[in-house]
C-alpha cells in the first residue's frame, strides 16, 4: 500500500512538471547544464563579429591596394565597397550559424532546418542566378581594377565615362549626356581607354 501512494505521488509530481514545465524544480537544472554553453555560444559570436570588422577592412585594403594604378580616392571607394560586401556575408554566416547552435543546444531538431534551408537556398539561387552573377561579375571587376570612376570605357557596346561602380551595376554616362545603368553580368569584355599607352 506504501508502495502504490509512492508511486502515485511520483505520477501527480511527473503529470504536474508536464502540465507546468517551468517550475523553478526543472528550469534551474536545465540552466545549470545547458545554460554554460549557450552563453559561450552567444560570447564566441560576438567575438566573430568583431574579429570580421578588424578584418574585413583590411581584407579589401590589401585586395585593392596591389599592383594599382588608381588613385587614393578610388582604391579607397573600391575598399569600401569589398569591405562592406565582406562584412554582409560573414555577419550572416555567423550568426546563422550561432542560432542553430543554440537551437541545438536548446533540444530543437535542426535537421529539418537545414533541410528546409537547403531547398530554399536552391530555390533563391534558380530564381536570382542573374542577380547573384551580377554581384560575382562586380566583385571580380572591383577587385581585378578593370576599370574605375571616371574611366572611358567601352561596355556591352555602350562608351562613355564611368559615373559610378557598385557590386550589382556599372553607371555610363555617353558623349550625348545619356546616362546608362549597365549589369555587372552583361558585361563580358571591357574596353578601358583611359589606359591607352601614348
Known amino acids: 500500500m506504501v508502495a502504490y501512494s509512492h508511486r502515485m505521488k511520483s505520477a501527480r509530481q511527473i503529470l504536474g512538471q508536464a502540465?507546468?514545465?517551468?517550475?523553478?524544480?526543472?528550469?534551474?537544472?536545465?540552466?545549470?547544464?545547458?545554460?554554460?554553453?549557450?552563453?559561450?555560444?552567444?560570447?564566441?559570436?560576438?567575438?566573430?563579429l568583431g574579429g570580421v570588422r578588424l578584418v574585413d577592412g583590411r581584407i579589401a585594403k590589401l585586395l585593392t591596394g596591389r599592383g594599382d594604378l588608381a588613385g587614393l580616392e578610388e582604391r579607397s571607394r573600391r575598399a569600401k565597397t569589398l569591405e562592406s560586401s565582406f562584412h554582409h556575408v560573414a555577419t550572416v554566416v555567423v550568426v546563422v550559424g550561432g542560432?542553430?547552435?543554440i537551437l541545438a543546444e536548446l533540444g530543437v531538431n535542426i535537421t529539418p532546418l537545414l533541410g528546409s534551408a537547403a531547398v530554399v537556398g536552391l530555390a533563391t539561387?534558380?530564381?536570382?542566378?542573374?542577380?547573384?552573377?551580377?554581384?560575382?561579375?562586380?566583385?571580380?571587376?572591383?577587385?581585378?581594377?578593370?576599370?574605375g570612376i571616371n574611366d572611358e570605357v567601352k561596355l556591352a557596346s555602350i562608351t562613355g565615362r564611368v559615373e559610378r561602380i557598385t557590386l550589382r551595376l556599372t553607371v555610363l554616362r555617353d558623349a550625348d549626356g545619356v546616362l546608362h545603368f549597365i549589369p555587372n553580368g552583361q558585361i563580358t569584355t571591357v574596353s578601358n581607354l583611359s589606359r591607352k599607352r601614348p
Not at 514545465?21 to 555560444?41: E, K, R
Open 125 to 147: 539561387a534558380f530564381a536570382a542566378q542573374t542577380l547573384i552573377r551580377d554581384y560575382f561579375y562586380g566583385f571580380l571587376i572591383l577587385l581585378e581594377n578593370q576599370y
Open 99 to 101: 542560432l542553430l547552435m
Open 19 to 48: 502540465e507546468h514545465p517551468f517550475t523553478t524544480q526543472s528550469v534551474i537544472p536545465w540552466l545549470w547544464d545547458h545554460g554554460p554553453t549557450v552563453v559561450c555560444i552567444v560570447a564566441g559570436m560576438v567575438l566573430l
